[in-house]
């Protein structure tokens, strides 16, 4: 491994995680926007976000893929190290190594509060299809658990007129 230059691949890997950081940051604070957007049932403003959001993930994902392409790269030099010791060869401070952890401790957070954010567009998709279909007086036959825990068909639904 002498032939390679630590310091060479801290700046590199330093550049990308921090890269990385920032654009996570960017794309938790769209995250929450985006919850206040499905709070308030602002649907123009959830389109807008949902570009923008995109625009974030492609970044992050070109940064990703540049920074496995480092790792890979120093992970053929040194087969037997693990990504903590690839990261402490770089930079035996530890401060690169606790910037990864920082990264996949934001890109977690960010995966949950998005998942989170489907769930709630799902559920709203689900009220507004119901709407709609007691509006056109289609069926709509809800399944449910029953007292003993058997299957147990709901009410059917009427449609508005005869209501």
């Known amino acids: 491994m002498s032939q390679f230059e630590p310091s060479q691949f801290r700046s590199a890997l330093t550049n990308l995680l921090s890269s990385q950081q920032n654009l996570l940051g960017e794309l938790e604070a769209q995250i929450a926007l985006e919850r206040d ?3 308030q049932k602002q ?48 930079d035996p401070s530890g401060a690169l190594d606790q910037l990864r952890l920082e990264v996949m401790t934001l890109t977690d957070r960010c995966l949950a509060d ?5 769930i709630q567009v799902r559920r709203q998709a689900q009220q507004v299809h119901r709407a709609l279909s007691t509006l056109r007086g289609e069926e709509l036959q ?3 658990y029953g007292a003993k825990g058997e299957n147990f068909q709901g009410h059917d639904s009427r449609s508005l007129g005869k209501a």
Request: aromatic letters at 8%; a negative charge; glycine letters at 4%.
């Open 142 to 144: 809800g399944f449910s």
């Open 114 to 118: 998005n998942q989170h954010n489907g």
């Open 37 to 39: 957007a499905l709070n």
């Open 43 to 90: 649907s123009e403003v959830l389109f807008k976000l949902a570009t923008e959001k995109e625009d974030l993930m492609a970044n992050l994902e070109q940064y990703l893929t540049q920074s496995k392409t480092v790792v890979n790269h120093l992970r053929e030099q040194m087969p037997e190290a693990s990504t903590r010791e690839i990261f402490n060869w770089c």
